[in-house]
């Protein structure tokens, strides 16, 4: 069984027990994780719904593990030839969500 989720602007393919990384979340460690709109979910072997844009009555239920910025991402800038450079960098931060249920 598994389901596809939309949170932060992303989409996640998700079963229970999975850990994913999704954009910041604004609750405390340990605070419960529910995602609402559910995009697709499959239970059985040919047994799904597709959602129209969402899944009506299903929820993924999840619990927030962590908090903490990814690796440094690097922005160089240059124009050839004319002496221009510029240099950037990013740490965006993250979540880490543990799936624990999957209701349709």
């Known amino acids: 069984m598994y389901a596809i989720i939309k949170t932060g602007g992303k989409q996640f393919r998700v079963e229970k027990d999975s850990i994913i990384t999704v954009d910041l979340l604004h609750q405390e460690e340990g605070s419960d994780f529910e995602a609402e709109q559910v995009l697709f979910v499959k239970t059985g072997e040919n047994d799904y719904k597709v959602g129209t844009p969402v899944v009506e009555g299903a929820k993924v239920l999840g619990k927030v593990l962590n908090h903490g910025k990814a690796k440094k991402i690097v922005v160089f800038k240059k124009k050839r030839r004319k002496g221009y450079q510029?240099?950037?960098?990013?740490?965006?931060?993250?979540?880490?969500?543990?799936?624990?249920d999957i209701q349709a």
Do not use: L
Not at 86 to 100: E, F, L, N, P
């Open 86 to 100: 510029k240099k950037a960098g990013h740490r965006q931060d993250y979540s880490k969500v543990q799936i624990t």
